[in-house]
């Protein structure tokens, strides 16, 4: 070996057992956060490091809280479905849940070909055509895509909402039933 490679370990050596010294008395001189004094200036009420990060997270944690309560998820709906017309007011068999602690606005709005819609109605029953929670009359002639009628409201539980429809004749005329909106749900 050559001279000058024996002292480049012998350094290299020496400096691996003072990095290693050097660690050992900063592992040893480190301070523990309890006896760092710490001077109020957030109305803590505490005196040294520790508890001062301790408050400081707590009171992030409420304030995170807090925010979270006022947070709502808005979400975007849509269904639709064919059924064959009718003079009765009958169930299309276009239903929606909504989500509980929502606050929802929903559209229902019929199509045609050859009937007319004259009455669409969203309602809290598949059975019972007289449960109405929102419901619009069209006009004697109304162009495509006039009958439509809407439902805003706070939603405290889920529900299922039925959309209903009758026509100005009997012939069975296949068409269609559209629902859609949207829904603000309470994050937590």
Not at 8 to 20: A, D, E, N, P, Y
Not at 61 to 77: F, P, Q, W
Not at 152 to 172: C, K, L, P, Q
């Amino acid at each position: 070996m050559k001279k000058g490679n024996v002292k480049l370990v012998i350094f290299f050596l020496m400096g691996i057992l003072f990095s290693g010294v050097t660690a050992f008395v900063v592992a040893e001189s480190l301070i523990n956060s309890k006896d760092v004094v710490y001077e109020d200036n957030s109305n803590l009420a505490v005196d040294n490091v520790q508890d001062a990060i301790d408050g400081t997270c707590s009171k992030i944690d409420t304030r995170l809280s807090d925010i979270e309560d006022n947070l709502y998820t808005v979400k975007s709906i849509y269904t639709r479905g064919d059924f064959y017309n009718s003079t009765d007011l009958i169930y299309t068999g276009v239903s929606l849940t909504l989500p509980a602690n929502s606050y929802c606005t929903i559209t229902a709005r019929l199509g045609w070909t050859n009937g007319r819609p004259v009455k669409v109605s969203i309602n809290n029953s598949s059975t019972v055509a007289t449960s109405s929670l929102a419901s619009n009359e069209g006009n004697a002639n109304p162009p495509a895509g006039t009958v439509s009628t809407t439902y805003s409201s706070y939603i405290r539980n889920s529900a299922t909402v039925y959309v209903w429809a009758r026509y100005d004749t009997g012939e069975s005329y296949i068409t269609n039933a559209v629902i859609d909106g949207f829904c603000a749900t309470k994050y937590k």
